[in-house]
């Protein structure tokens, strides 16, 4: 067994579920010290950005590409250690998760430089379709299908290459409940069904990931 594989999808497990508590802390301090926000015209947005605290969103958004790379990395782990008959399922998963990877780092590193440093600057012109926080934006449609559909795919394939184990079948039933909330995360957002992306996507997602996690490194 290679003992590289083992070593880094330890610490990667550890990492990313450290990297989604400090997100979850990231995300009760933005409720603390701002007021809620809630998307209405591009002219408000901009406003509340200039005026308010956001740091702690973008060292939320920094949290989660650290996850991201984790998730990877954790993903090659169980490919290099799963059993002959199953790695082919893990490669599937590799291969969504790094599409995942790909997705939600090109959108959170939009909003900590490019967006951050043309709010900053006063230079908003064309930037309404780059803004996560529009819900119909090109950016967050791309953010969501990250999340939704590729981690989705990539967590119903990785749960496939787990045995019959107690740790095992706890992992699979966190990563198939997980691939279940986030695609009905995706008919939410298709739907513009607002209650179900946010009991599959915080509440569901976070449960189900720090699950799998936690297991993962046991």
């Known amino acids: ?8 999808g330890y610490w990667s ?3 990313a579920a450290l990297a989604f508590v400090a997100y979850t802390i ?19 947005y901009i406003k509340a950005a200039q005026t308010t605290n956001q740091a702690f969103k973008h060292i939320a958004m920094l949290f989660m590409i650290l996850y991201g790379a984790c998730f990877v990395i954790q993903l090659c782990s169980i490919e290099e250690i799963a ?6 399922f893990a490669r599937i998963a590799e291969l969504f998760g790094i599409g995942f990877f790909a997705l939600i780092g090109i959108n959170y590193f939009i909003q900590i430089s490019a967006v951050r ?10 930037l309404e379709q780059f803004i996560q926080a529009n819900p119909i934006s090109g950016i967050a449609a791309v953010n969501m299908l990250g999340w939704t559909i590729f981690f ?15 740790i095992e079948r706890i992992i699979k039933c966190a990563l198939l409940a997980n691939g279940i909330m986030m695609f009905s995360s995706a008919v939410g957002y298709l739907f513009d069904i607002a209650v179900l992306i946010f009991l599959c996507m915080n509440i569901g997602m976070g449960a189900a990931v720090l699950t799998a996690e936690i297991y993962l490194y046991k």
Do not use: D, H
């Not at 067994?1 to 880094?8: P, S, T």
């Not at 059993?83 to 082919?88: D, N």
């Not at 440093?117 to 064309?126: A, E, K, L």
């Not at 989705?152 to 787990?162: D, E, N, P, Q, T």
């Open 1 to 8: 067994m290679n003992k590289n594989a083992l070593n880094f």
């Open 83 to 88: 059993e002959s008959s199953k790695k082919y």
């Open 13 to 15: 497990a550890v990492t």
């Open 152 to 166: 989705g795919l990539s967590c119903i394939f990785a749960a496939w290459v787990f045995g019959n184990t107690r």
């Open 117 to 126: 440093m043309q709010i900053n600057s006063g230079q908003t012109n064309g």
């Open 26 to 44: 990231c995300f009760i301090a933005i409720l603390l010290v701002n007021p809620v926000f809630i998307w209405t015209n591009f002219e408000t």
